[in-house]
Protein backbone atom coordinates (compact mmCIF):
# COMPACT_ATOMS: atom_id res chain seq x y z
CA UNK A 1 0.00 0.00 0.00
CA UNK A 2 1.55 3.30 -1.30
CA UNK A 3 -1.19 5.63 -1.23
CA UNK A 4 -4.35 6.02 1.10
CA UNK A 5 -6.66 7.96 -1.38
CA UNK A 6 -10.07 5.67 -1.50
CA UNK A 7 -9.47 3.13 1.07
CA UNK A 8 -9.66 -0.07 -1.62
CA UNK A 9 -6.08 0.32 -2.06
CA UNK A 10 -5.58 -0.85 1.88
CA UNK A 11 -6.12 -4.49 2.36
CA UNK A 12 -7.34 -6.21 5.76
CA UNK A 13 -3.43 -6.77 6.72
CA UNK A 14 -2.82 -3.43 5.74
CA UNK A 15 -5.59 -1.79 8.16
CA UNK A 16 -4.80 -4.29 10.91
CA UNK A 17 -1.14 -3.04 10.82
CA UNK A 18 -2.44 0.79 11.00
CA UNK A 19 -4.77 0.26 13.88
CA UNK A 20 -2.32 -1.83 16.08
CA UNK A 21 0.23 0.39 15.39
CA UNK A 22 -2.07 3.19 16.47
CA UNK A 23 -2.61 1.56 19.52
CA UNK A 24 0.95 1.01 20.53
CA UNK A 25 1.45 4.82 19.37
CA UNK A 26 -0.84 5.68 21.85
CA UNK A 27 0.14 3.05 24.79
CA UNK A 28 3.68 4.13 24.00
CA UNK A 29 4.41 7.31 22.36
CA UNK A 30 8.01 7.32 23.43
CA UNK A 31 9.16 4.47 22.11
CA UNK A 32 8.44 5.81 18.62
CA UNK A 33 10.18 9.28 19.05
CA UNK A 34 12.13 10.88 16.26
CA UNK A 35 11.14 7.99 13.86
CA UNK A 36 10.26 10.03 11.06
CA UNK A 37 13.70 12.55 11.73
CA UNK A 38 14.26 14.55 8.53
CA UNK A 39 10.95 13.78 7.15
CA UNK A 40 8.97 16.48 5.96
CA UNK A 41 5.24 15.55 5.18
CA UNK A 42 2.80 18.57 2.93
CA UNK A 43 -0.53 19.50 4.26
CA UNK A 44 -2.29 20.64 1.27
CA UNK A 45 -5.71 22.13 2.69
CA UNK A 46 -8.14 23.02 -0.54
CA UNK A 47 -10.82 23.05 2.36
CA UNK A 48 -11.12 24.00 6.27
CA UNK A 49 -9.96 21.69 8.30
CA UNK A 50 -9.49 21.75 12.17
CA UNK A 51 -9.03 18.00 13.16
CA UNK A 52 -7.21 16.81 10.22
CA UNK A 53 -4.70 19.39 10.27
CA UNK A 54 -3.72 19.41 14.13
CA UNK A 55 -3.73 15.94 13.58
CA UNK A 56 -0.95 15.68 11.48
CA UNK A 57 0.68 18.81 12.18
CA UNK A 58 1.20 17.39 16.45
CA UNK A 59 1.41 13.62 14.96
CA UNK A 60 4.25 14.62 12.49
CA UNK A 61 6.43 16.95 15.19
CA UNK A 62 6.25 13.97 17.66
CA UNK A 63 7.68 11.64 15.36
CA UNK A 64 10.25 13.96 14.75
CA UNK A 65 9.51 15.04 11.20
CA UNK A 66 8.05 19.23 9.93
CA UNK A 67 4.83 19.68 8.59
CA UNK A 68 4.20 22.40 5.68
CA UNK A 69 0.32 23.33 5.95
CA UNK A 70 -0.59 25.53 2.76
CA UNK A 71 -3.37 25.90 0.46
CA UNK A 72 -4.09 27.03 -3.07
CA UNK A 73 -4.30 30.24 -2.90
CA UNK A 74 -0.33 29.72 -1.38
CA UNK A 75 1.08 28.42 -4.27
CA UNK A 76 1.59 29.42 -8.31
CA UNK A 77 -1.22 26.48 -8.50
CA UNK A 78 -3.92 29.58 -8.03
CA UNK A 79 -2.06 31.37 -11.22
CA UNK A 80 -2.58 28.81 -13.59
CA UNK A 81 0.28 26.60 -12.77
CA UNK A 82 -0.67 22.72 -13.01
CA UNK A 83 -1.23 19.97 -10.36
CA UNK A 84 0.87 17.97 -12.23
CA UNK A 85 3.65 20.30 -12.26
CA UNK A 86 2.89 20.97 -8.71
CA UNK A 87 3.14 17.44 -7.72
CA UNK A 88 6.33 16.92 -9.86
CA UNK A 89 8.31 19.54 -7.90
CA UNK A 90 6.70 19.03 -4.53
CA UNK A 91 7.61 15.31 -4.88
CA UNK A 92 11.45 16.10 -4.51
CA UNK A 93 10.96 18.09 -1.55
CA UNK A 94 8.65 16.01 0.48
CA UNK A 95 8.25 12.62 1.74
CA UNK A 96 4.45 12.55 1.81
CA UNK A 97 1.30 14.72 1.24
CA UNK A 98 -1.85 14.77 2.93
CA UNK A 99 -4.47 16.53 0.38
CA UNK A 100 -7.74 18.25 1.89
CA UNK A 101 -8.98 18.12 -2.14
CA UNK A 102 -11.97 20.21 -3.82
CA UNK A 103 -12.38 16.51 -6.11
CA UNK A 104 -10.79 13.07 -5.72
CA UNK A 105 -9.16 13.67 -9.66
CA UNK A 106 -6.48 16.22 -7.33
CA UNK A 107 -5.66 13.45 -5.73
CA UNK A 108 -5.31 11.03 -8.54
CA UNK A 109 -3.71 13.84 -10.62
CA UNK A 110 -1.20 14.02 -7.66
CA UNK A 111 -0.59 10.48 -7.40
CA UNK A 112 0.24 10.20 -11.03
CA UNK A 113 2.55 12.65 -11.76
CA UNK A 114 4.02 12.69 -8.37
CA UNK A 115 6.10 10.18 -6.48
CA UNK A 116 5.34 10.56 -3.13
CA UNK A 117 2.90 8.54 -1.17
CA UNK A 118 -0.65 10.35 -0.86
CA UNK A 119 -2.96 10.77 1.88
CA UNK A 120 -6.80 11.73 1.21
CA UNK A 121 -7.20 14.01 3.94
CA UNK A 122 -11.15 14.41 2.22
CA UNK A 123 -12.85 15.23 -0.75
CA UNK A 124 -16.48 15.57 -1.74
CA UNK A 125 -16.12 11.94 -2.23
CA UNK A 126 -14.17 10.16 0.04
CA UNK A 127 -12.69 10.46 3.53
CA UNK A 128 -10.90 6.94 4.34
CA UNK A 129 -8.76 8.92 7.67
CA UNK A 130 -12.39 9.44 9.32
CA UNK A 131 -13.44 5.93 8.57
CA UNK A 132 -9.87 4.45 9.72
CA UNK A 133 -10.17 7.00 13.06
CA UNK A 134 -13.94 5.38 13.68
CA UNK A 135 -12.58 2.24 12.74
CA UNK A 136 -9.96 2.41 15.61
CA UNK A 137 -11.87 3.78 18.25
CA UNK A 138 -15.01 0.90 17.91
CA UNK A 139 -12.13 -1.66 18.00
CA UNK A 140 -10.72 0.07 21.25
CA UNK A 141 -14.60 -0.57 22.70
CA UNK A 142 -15.51 -3.94 21.31
CA UNK A 143 -12.60 -5.50 20.27
CA UNK A 144 -13.04 -7.58 17.30
CA UNK A 145 -15.53 -5.95 15.23
CA UNK A 146 -16.73 -8.91 13.14
CA UNK A 147 -20.68 -9.59 12.96
CA UNK A 148 -21.28 -5.87 14.38
CA UNK A 149 -23.22 -4.02 12.71
CA UNK A 150 -22.98 -0.35 11.90
CA UNK A 151 -25.90 2.23 10.75
CA UNK A 152 -25.10 5.31 9.09
CA UNK A 153 -27.42 7.38 9.12
CA UNK A 154 -27.93 11.03 7.27
CA UNK A 155 -26.20 11.87 3.57
CA UNK A 156 -24.88 9.47 1.59
CA UNK A 157 -21.46 11.29 1.33
CA UNK A 158 -17.50 11.33 1.86
CA UNK A 159 -17.68 9.21 5.27
CA UNK A 160 -20.46 7.19 4.64
CA UNK A 161 -18.72 6.15 1.03
CA UNK A 162 -15.42 5.65 3.58
CA UNK A 163 -17.71 3.25 5.82
CA UNK A 164 -18.96 1.42 3.02
CA UNK A 165 -15.54 0.08 2.30
CA UNK A 166 -14.26 -0.17 5.31
CA UNK A 167 -17.23 -2.22 7.06
CA UNK A 168 -17.04 -4.84 4.85
CA UNK A 169 -13.35 -5.23 4.94
CA UNK A 170 -13.52 -5.59 8.99
CA UNK A 171 -16.52 -8.09 8.32
CA UNK A 172 -18.91 -5.97 9.39
CA UNK A 173 -22.32 -5.08 8.74
CA UNK A 174 -23.55 -1.86 7.44
CA UNK A 175 -26.81 0.07 6.74
CA UNK A 176 -26.78 3.10 5.54
CA UNK A 177 -30.08 5.29 5.64
CA UNK A 178 -30.54 8.48 4.17
CA UNK A 179 -33.56 10.13 2.50
CA UNK A 180 -33.93 9.46 -1.03
CA UNK A 181 -32.53 11.86 -2.61
CA UNK A 182 -29.09 11.91 -0.62
CA UNK A 183 -28.00 8.14 -0.76
CA UNK A 184 -24.34 7.14 -1.97
CA UNK A 185 -23.50 7.08 -4.97
CA UNK A 186 -24.30 3.78 -7.10
CA UNK A 187 -20.72 3.20 -7.92
CA UNK A 188 -19.51 2.89 -4.36
CA UNK A 189 -22.96 1.38 -3.40
CA UNK A 190 -22.22 -1.33 -6.31
CA UNK A 191 -18.48 -1.78 -5.06
CA UNK A 192 -19.47 -2.33 -0.77
CA UNK A 193 -21.86 -4.81 -2.34
CA UNK A 194 -19.24 -6.60 -3.67
CA UNK A 195 -16.92 -6.40 -0.61
CA UNK A 196 -20.22 -7.46 1.49
CA UNK A 197 -20.62 -10.43 -0.70
CA UNK A 198 -17.03 -11.56 0.10
CA UNK A 199 -16.97 -10.95 3.46
CA UNK A 200 -20.29 -12.37 3.58
CA UNK A 201 -21.57 -9.27 5.92
CA UNK A 202 -24.76 -7.65 5.56
CA UNK A 203 -25.16 -4.46 3.26
CA UNK A 204 -27.95 -2.72 3.28
CA UNK A 205 -28.95 0.67 1.93
CA UNK A 206 -32.27 1.89 2.71
CA UNK A 207 -34.36 5.45 3.94
CA UNK A 208 -36.02 3.18 6.64
CA UNK A 209 -35.04 4.79 9.52
CA UNK A 210 -35.74 1.48 11.42
CA UNK A 211 -32.58 -0.33 9.78
CA UNK A 212 -31.21 1.31 12.90
CA UNK A 213 -32.74 -2.01 14.96
CA UNK A 214 -29.79 -3.75 16.67
CA UNK A 215 -26.91 -1.41 15.63
CA UNK A 216 -23.96 -1.72 17.81
CA UNK A 217 -22.49 1.92 16.18
CA UNK A 218 -24.50 4.59 14.94
CA UNK A 219 -22.72 7.07 12.76
CA UNK A 220 -23.92 10.30 11.22
CA UNK A 221 -21.90 13.48 9.77
CA UNK A 222 -23.10 16.63 8.83
CA UNK A 223 -26.11 17.38 6.50
CA UNK A 224 -24.58 19.99 4.65
CA UNK A 225 -20.86 19.08 3.83
CA UNK A 226 -17.93 22.04 2.55
CA UNK A 227 -19.13 23.00 -0.84
CA UNK A 228 -22.41 22.18 -0.53
CA UNK A 229 -23.74 25.45 1.39
CA UNK A 230 -26.16 26.59 -1.17
CA UNK A 231 -27.85 23.83 -1.06
CA UNK A 232 -28.70 24.35 3.26
CA UNK A 233 -32.01 24.65 3.60
CA UNK A 234 -33.19 22.09 1.23
CA UNK A 235 -31.28 19.32 3.07
CA UNK A 236 -32.64 20.84 6.63
CA UNK A 237 -36.10 20.00 5.05
CA UNK A 238 -35.29 16.54 3.27
CA UNK A 239 -33.58 15.76 6.32
CA UNK A 240 -36.63 15.97 8.88
CA UNK A 241 -36.61 12.49 10.93
CA UNK A 242 -33.41 11.45 10.35
CA UNK A 243 -31.85 13.38 13.54
CA UNK A 244 -29.72 10.97 15.77
CA UNK A 245 -31.66 11.49 19.56
CA UNK A 246 -33.03 9.51 22.07
CA UNK A 247 -35.51 8.07 20.18
CA UNK A 248 -33.31 6.54 16.99
CA UNK A 249 -30.63 5.62 20.13
CA UNK A 250 -33.91 4.06 21.77
CA UNK A 251 -34.78 2.08 18.32
CA UNK A 252 -31.63 0.77 17.63
CA UNK A 253 -32.00 -1.26 21.53
CA UNK A 254 -28.80 -1.58 23.77
CA UNK A 255 -27.20 1.65 24.23
CA UNK A 256 -25.39 1.88 21.17
CA UNK A 257 -21.76 3.79 20.28
CA UNK A 258 -22.57 6.93 18.94
CA UNK A 259 -19.94 8.81 16.42
CA UNK A 260 -19.86 11.55 14.04
CA UNK A 261 -16.55 13.05 12.15
CA UNK A 262 -17.15 16.57 13.23
CA UNK A 263 -17.68 20.07 13.05
CA UNK A 264 -21.53 18.68 14.87
CA UNK A 265 -24.66 20.48 14.14
CA UNK A 266 -27.02 20.17 17.64
CA UNK A 267 -30.31 20.16 16.76
CA UNK A 268 -29.65 19.13 13.20
CA UNK A 269 -28.45 15.76 12.56
CA UNK A 270 -27.73 14.95 16.52
CA UNK A 271 -29.96 16.21 19.11
CA UNK A 272 -27.61 18.01 21.77
CA UNK A 273 -28.58 15.49 24.35
CA UNK A 274 -27.01 12.28 21.87
CA UNK A 275 -24.07 14.41 21.09
CA UNK A 276 -23.60 14.86 25.13
CA UNK A 277 -23.65 10.92 25.65
CA UNK A 278 -21.81 10.28 22.55
CA UNK A 279 -18.25 9.02 21.84
CA UNK A 280 -17.50 11.97 19.41
CA UNK A 281 -14.80 13.88 21.40
CA UNK A 282 -13.07 10.50 22.14
CA UNK A 283 -13.13 9.69 18.41
CA UNK A 284 -11.33 12.42 17.80
CA UNK A 285 -8.84 12.20 20.04
CA UNK A 286 -8.08 8.93 18.53
CA UNK A 287 -7.50 10.41 15.19
CA UNK A 288 -4.11 11.74 16.56
CA UNK A 289 -2.61 8.46 17.17
CA UNK A 290 -4.51 7.09 13.75
CA UNK A 291 -2.24 9.52 11.28
CA UNK A 292 0.26 8.98 13.15
CA UNK A 293 -0.06 5.37 12.51
CA UNK A 294 -1.52 6.13 8.77
CA UNK A 295 2.41 8.24 7.94
CA UNK A 296 4.33 5.80 9.77
CA UNK A 297 3.15 2.78 7.60
CA UNK A 298 3.39 4.53 4.52
CA UNK A 299 6.74 6.09 5.51
N1 LIG B 1 -18.84 15.40 5.36
C1 LIG B 1 -18.16 16.51 5.98
C2 LIG B 1 -17.02 16.01 6.81
C3 LIG B 1 -16.24 17.08 7.54
C4 LIG B 1 -15.01 16.52 8.28
C5 LIG B 1 -17.69 17.47 4.89
O1 LIG B 1 -17.21 17.01 3.85
O2 LIG B 1 -17.80 18.68 5.08
Not at 28 to 41: A, D, H, I, K, M
Not at 114 to 143: C, D, E, H, R
Not at 182 to 194: C, F, N, R
Not at 196 to 211: H, M, P, Q, Y
Request: charged content about 25%; aromatic content about 8%.
Amino acid sequence: MKHLIRLDEANIIDIERILDLAARMEAEPESFRGELTGRSVGLFFQKPSTRMRFAFEVGVAQLGGTTSVFRSSDLQLSRGESLADTARVLSNYLDAIVIRGRTQQDLVDFVQFGSIPVINGLTAKFYPVGALGAAYTMKKKFGSLTGRKLAYVGDGNNIAHSLMLLCPKMSMNISVISPEWYQPSPDVVEEGKALAKESGTDFEITDDINAVSGADVIFTDVWTSMGMEEEREERLRAFLGYQVNRKILTMAGERPMVLHCMPVRRGEEISAEAAAESEIFENAANLLHVVKAILYYLL
